[in-house]
């Protein structure tokens, strides 16, 4: 049967370099913040185009850490799309802060800016929270809306984080995904479009105070070093085998990227006229995360994918809002009406860069 995402033909094609890789590692010892946890910090920097790359334990952990930089706590009021993986609005409740839930825009899934605008003036009008930051997520692979983000960031002097943990490799104009707000995180979760053979994350800025922090974060709060403890931080590294892998990935990145987009090209062409497919804005590239279609009858039609051996799967059938961890937030169920039509009709197609055309 067809994989959804196939890790192993991956694996198939780079084996020889990623055994290679790891034997380095197992013979030079360093299993933590290795010499490649540095390289690939580097490389990514060079990848994304900005200034500094802290790479740390998992993509949760990244807007963990970029939260803890940010300062987000009981109080604040931090506003992300209703309709994302649930690590984007769990880190704003762990740190005590509140998540004021966005709606989708309808053609790109992502958080409609327009609605965003009408939450934070809602939030300022009601008084009771301090309005601190949008976090902002490229669903499915597609850069949200940076341009007109930005602008309202700055409008009400609120930090803009990129939650870019599907988006690695995508852009706006030749813009890198990673570039975009004030902080911008990912995750190597093997099923993400960069992925390792376990936890991974990054965190990019080109703030050098930032960085500094993040880096003092990252390791238990550390001062001049680890047993010199400035802040309460967290224990959030990445492996360095696991850097090892990601260098080999990375080098076939662009690659892969080409082909995603191809496979994704295709389904458009067969698929236009049975569903409505993803839009890609121009000047926007996606790097495909997820193929995610919308389809009235959704139940019926992967019934029919699986009966011819093609795994299908749900991303997301349940919207923050609709969450029972966030029940405490009383969020008004019916004031989301473009997320809970995609959460009732979105399904995902198999995409990955192995995929025989
Ligand atoms: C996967 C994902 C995360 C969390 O990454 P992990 O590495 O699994 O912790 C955060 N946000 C989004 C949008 C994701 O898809």
């Not at 984007?88 to 327009?114: K, L, Q, R």
């Not at 930032?210 to 403890?229: C, I, P, Q």
């Amino acid at each position: 049967m067809m994989q959804f995402i196939d890790l192993a033909a991956q694996y198939k094609h780079l084996k020889n370099k990623i055994d290679k890789r790891i034997q380095a590692v197992l013979e030079h010892g360093h299993y933590v913040m290795g010499p490649e946890v540095q390289e690939l910090e580097e490389k990514l920097a060079e990848y994304v185009g900005v200034k500094h790359v802290i790479t740390c334990a998992n993509g949760t952990d990244a807007l963990t850490l970029t939260m803890m930089v940010l300062d987000i706590k009981p109080g604040d009021a931090v506003f992300c799309p209703t309709f994302t993986f649930f690590a984007t609005a769990e880190v704003i409740a762990y740190e005590g802060a509140t998540p004021i839930f966005v709606d989708s825009d309808e053609a790109t899934f992502n958080i409609c800016p327009a609605d965003l605008e009408k939450r934070i003036q809602a939030t300022i009008v009601e008084g009771k929270l301090t309005p601190k930051a949008i976090i902002a997520v490229d669903l499915f692979g597609l850069p949200a809306n940076y341009p007109e983000l930005q602008k309202i960031a700055d409008k009400y002097n609120l930090k803009l984080v990129e939650d870019a943990a599907q988006g690695f490799g995508g852009s706006i104009n030749g813009k890198r995904a990673g570039s975009f707000g004030d902080i911008a995180t990912t995750s190597f979760f093997p099923a993400k479009p960069l992925g390792c053979y376990g936890d991974g994350g990054a965190i990019f800025t080109n703030n050098d105070e930032y960085a500094e922090l993040l880096k003092s974060y990252r390791v238990h709060g550390k001062g001049k070093d680890k047993y010199d403890n400035v802040r309460i931080g967290i224990n959030s590294r990445l492996d360095t085998i696991q850097a090892a892998i990601l260098l080999e990935k990375l080098v076939e990145f662009p690659a892969e990227l080409i082909k995603r987009n191809k496979v994704a090209e295709n389904y458009n062409k067969t698929l236009a006229k049975k569903y409505k497919t993803p839009s890609v804005p121009s000047g926007y590239v996606s790097s495909w995360a997820q193929y995610t279609v919308l389809s009235d009858n959704r139940d019926a039609e992967m019934m029919k994918y699986k009966e011819q051996g093609v795994p299908t799967m749900i991303y997301y059938g349940t919207c923050m809002h609709q969450q029972t961890a966030f029940r405490y937030l009383a969020c008004q169920r019916l004031t989301f009406p473009i997320a809970e039509m995609l959460a009732s009709n979105v399904f995902s197609l198999p995409i990955h860069g192995y995929i025989e055309l």
